[in-house]
T-cell receptor, first 116, second 114 residues
Framework: NAGVTQTPKFQVLKTGQSMTLQCAQD?????MSWYRQDPGMGLRLIHYSVGAGITDQGEVPNGYNVSRSTTEDFPLRLLSAAPSQTSVYFCASSRTSGRMRSYEQYFGPGTRLTVT | KQEVTQIPAALSVPEGENLVLNCSFTDSAIYNLQWFRQDPGKGLTSLLL?????REQTSGRLNASLDKSSGRSTLYIAASQPGDSATYLCAVTQDDNYGQNFVFGPGTRLSVLP
């Protein structure tokens, strides 16, 4: 079990460039999400998905796009990178919560993105 | 809007001490609360998950308690070790359809000195 994997580990972009951050999990988890972590602001939710074909916005979705064509993969696309998107990006996954219980979430190692 | 705070922001203790980290949240309608550990430059490792119906969870030297009505959780670390040095984050999920979108606190940076 590799758990949650993210690529690349580091990336430097110029303003206006686009790129895709990859996230994959091999635990057959329905729920996946993307967070960004900025100093002094903690982690904030960008987008999430409760299953293949279903995505929704989190707290800070502007400038990012997601899709979920398979259970395993949940890529995050930066459409036109801006310096404000310099951050550390984390992907997470879990089984879908039910009314009787919820499940632990597992995080990937992160992608450090710098936009110049 | 849910807000999560953690006190203290940083803590330095000698090895062997017992310590308590605090987490407060403004909206008591949470679904669950999870404590994480983050080592510098690394991802988050789940430590303990407390369902909203539970009062506490224990794992080894760690014990987390939850008081939903007062909007508080504490993480107790017994007999601290230098390997416990890390940032500790608490996060809550809301009682919505999925109860899985976290609101994170800013973290407590812990240093345990040998």
């Amino acid at each position: 079990n590799a758990g949650v994997t993210q690529t690349p580990k580091f990336q430097v972009l110029k303003t206006g460039q686009s790129m895709t951050l990859q996230c994959a999990q091999d635990m057959n988890h329905e729920y996946m999400s993307w967070y960004r972590q900025d100093p002094g602001m903690g982690l904030r939710l960008i987008h999430y998905s409760v299953g293949a074909g279903i995505t929704d916005q989190g707290e800070v979705p502007n400038g990012y796009n997601v899709s979920r064509s398979t259970t395993e993969d949940f890529p995050l696309r930066l459409l036109s990178a801006a310096p404000s998107q310099t951050s550390v990006y984390f992907c997470a996954s879990s089984r879908t919560s039910g009314r009787m219980r919820s499940y632990e979430q597992y995080f990937g190692p992160g992608t450090r993105l710098t936009v110049t | 809007k849910q807000e999560v705070t953690q006190i203290p922001a940083a803590l330095s203790v000698p090895e062997g001490e017992n310590l308590v980290l605090n987490c407060s949240f403004t909206d008591s309608a949470i679904y669950n609360l999870q404590w994480f550990r983050q080592d510098p430059g690394k991802g988050l490792t789940s430590l303990l998950l407390i369902q909203s119906s539970q009062r506490e969870q224990t794992s080894g030297r760690l014990n987390a308690s939850l008081d939903k009505s007062s909007g508080r959780s504490t993480l107790y670390i017994a007999a601290s070790q230098p390997g416990d040095s890390a940032t500790y984050l608490c996060a809550v999920t809301q009682d919505d359809n999925y109860g899985q979108n976290f609101v994170f606190g800013p973290g407590t940076r812990l240093s345990v000195l040998p």
